[in-house]
């Protein structure tokens, strides 16, 4: 069956798509407010992420497409997010394009300077490489953004765990701010 997109919804459909999800659960010390996530149901949904990978993990020369669906939400003041990542291989780019939803990209250099890009249906995002990048969902419905990245790129995850990004994306007064740690 041959993979398609929906692009009112930014589903993924196909045999070939395979999906994963984070609960609040999955993102202990993710974001500042690290009771106020304890005080969440920890089964609440944070991101779905559909996956199509034609090739396999690491093959140099491929590239693998990526539908991420971030609800709507805060953890203190704080928007629902991604975890975030540099890629493994530091040097590997990124495509990200808005579908629904209105949200932040955040990016970050390997120095820890933190800047963001506004996500709304649409935007077109190039993540050079060497820059983090983390997705918020500063609206009051889900987020879709599609993503395409090389297959030799790999996640890092680690460095962001200890690390942080140098800013987060919280709401002052309802409305998104790029706040400095
Ligand atoms: C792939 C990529 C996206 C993210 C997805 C979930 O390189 O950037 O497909 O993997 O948006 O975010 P993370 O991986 O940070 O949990
Ligand atoms: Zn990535």
Redesign the pocket.
């Known amino acids: 069956m041959p993979v398609t997109v929906d692009f009112t919804t930014g589903r993924l459909n196909g045999s070939a798509v395979a999906e994963s999800s984070?609960n609040l659960a999955d993102l202990a010390g993710v974001f500042l407010d690290e009771a106020a996530r304890q005080a969440l149901p920890p089964n609440q949904l944070a991101?779905r992420?559909q996956?199509y990978l034609p090739v396999p993990e690491g093959t140099q020369g491929g590239l693998?497409w990526?539908n991420?669906f971030i609800e709507p939400g805060l953890v203190g003041d704080e928007y629902f997010m991604?975890?975030?990542?540099f890629?493994a291989q530091r040097d590997r780019a990124?495509y990200?394009t808005t579908v629904q939803g209105h949200g932040a990209l955040i990016l970050m250099d390997e120095a820890g300077h933190t800047w963001h890009e506004v996500m709304h249906p649409g935007s077109v995002h190039y993540?050079p490489g060497r820059t983090a990048?983390?997705?918020a969902n500063t609206g009051d419905t889900v987020l879709s953004?599609l993503?395409c990245?090389p297959s030799d790129?790999g996640?890092d995850?680690e460095t962001?765990v200890n690390q942080g990004f140098g800013a987060r994306m919280r709401a002052v007064n309802g409305k998104p701010e790029l706040i400095p740690n």
Do not use: D, N, P, S
């Open positions: 984070r991101y992420v996956l693998f990526g991420t991604t975890k975030g990542h890629h990124e990200y993540i990048h983390r997705v953004f993503a990245w790129a996640h995850y962001i």
